[in-house]
């Protein structure tokens, strides 16, 4: 398989804990993004890295979200002292191209991790 | 801000006939559009795009229409199948950036 594969699928956790969550994106992908979508809406951008460095994050992420992309491969998104707020489908998603390569990509997304926060 | 809007959240068709899903957008910048289709529990699947450079592009039963002027593109799909059934999200971004989602709109095809 070789789409875009997120882990856990599910997560259930009491308010107040950590979580993290995992993505590995498509191997010849060099950008991978984060997205969050609750029921009825459609997926907003929380962050993306183009290889290991991470370009943009939205306001949408406040300091109790950190992402990583370490070696330029899997991704991980952590959410510190979880509310209930954080409650949602989180999604990763990647893509080919970028600045300088002259074109527009369309982005690949995962399963998604579904977070539900008791 | 909502940058781009499916005003309609459900639309229902019958097989064999056409499907015309829409979507308006606000940033003038935007210079790439998507469609996307999502099925429960999955991710959302790219299903077709368009270069503002243009203004139709087809693949098979999926037809994407845009109208820059009026900040409009739309979605046909002929002739619709059951299997076709599931929400539909229009995306937009520029330069490779972030995508902005719309609401989506549900699509059922009746057989």
């Known amino acids: 398989d070789t789409g875009v594969s997120q882990d856990p699928r599910h997560k259930i956790t009491k308010r107040g804990q950590n979580v993290t969550f995992r993505c590995d994106p498509i191997?010849?992908?060099?950008?991978l993004y984060w997205y969050r979508q609750t029921l009825g809406q459609g997926p907003e951008f929380l962050t993306y890295?183009?290889?290991?460095?991470?370009?943009?994050k939205s306001r949408l992420l406040s300091d109790r979200f950190s992402a990583e992309r370490p070696k330029g491969s899997f991704s991980t998104l952590e959410i510190q002292r979880t509310e209930q707020g954080d409650s949602a489908m989180y999604l990763c998603?990647?893509?080919?191209?970028?600045?300088?390569?002259?074109?527009?990509?369309?982005?690949?997304f995962g399963d998604g991790t579904r977070l539900s926060i008791l | 801000d909502q940058q781009v809007k499916q005003n309609s959240p459900s639309l229902s068709v019958q097989e064999g006939r056409i499907s015309i899903l829409n979507c308006d957008y606000t940033?003038?910048?935007?210079?790439?559009f998507l469609w996307y289709k999502k099925y429960p529990a999955e991710g959302p699947t790219f299903l077709i795009s368009?270069?503002?450079?243009?203004d139709k592009n087809e693949d098979g039963r999926f037809t994407v229409f845009l109208n820059k002027s009026a900040k409009h593109l739309s979605l046909h799909i002929v002739p619709s199948q059951p299997g076709d059934s599931a929400v539909y999200f229009c995306?937009?971004?520029?330069?490779?950036?972030?995508?902005?989602f719309g609401a989506g709109t549900r699509l059922t095809v009746k057989p």
């Open positions: 998603a990647s893509s080919s191209g970028g600045p300088g390569t002259g074109s527009n990509q369309p982005q690949h």
């Open positions: 890295f183009q290889n290991e460095a991470q370009l943009e």
């Open positions: 995306a937009a971004f520029y330069n490779n950036n972030d995508m902005r």
């Open positions: 940033n003038s910048m935007f210079d790439y």
């Open positions: 368009i270069s503002s450079i243009k």
């Open positions: 191997s010849e992908h060099n950008r």
